[in-house]
């Protein structure tokens, strides 16, 4: 069975750092694009970043120079570290993957990308408090 896991969401204080993790389960990211939205409340689903099998990263206006994505392909597992935290950080975040299933969840269906993107977790919510 192929699904994604996020973890390493919780309570920040603004101005820190989190890293969020997701790890695969019955596949593998190398061949594959991988990407992170997020949703914060009252807001529509955006993409944060994407990161590609050849490399290449994406990052949102939101978290741009404050955000890395990264992959280790041995652990099948994706992180997202975003720096500097603020309290519009404030969401549930979500992993996906490129690849034909189920697709994204509706509160995400109509977001840049998504479609593009079959597999999907079922998100890891992110606190920053000021």
């Known amino acids: 069975d192929r699904q994604l896991v996020e973890s390493g969401g919780g309570s920040a204080q603004a101005g820190g750092s989190l890293t969020l993790s997701c790890t695969a389960s019955?596949?593998?990211?190398?061949?594959?694009?991988m990407g992170w939205y997020r949703q914060a409340p009252g807001n529509e689903c955006e993409l944060v970043s994407t990161?590609?099998?050849?490399?290449?990263?994406y990052y949102g206006d939101s978290v741009k120079g404050r955000a890395t994505i990264s992959s280790d392909n041995n652990k099948h597992t994706m992180y997202l570290l975003i720096n500097n935290l603020k309290p519009e950080d404030t969401a549930t975040y979500y992993c996906a993957r490129d690849g034909f299933a189920s697709g994204p969840p509706p509160n995400c269906f109509g977001a840049y990308g998504a479609t593009d993107f079959g597999y999907w977790g079922q998100g890891t919510q992110v606190t920053v408090s000021s």
């Open positions: 990161l590609k099998s050849d490399g290449t990263t």
């Open positions: 019955g596949f593998t990211f190398d061949d594959s694009t």
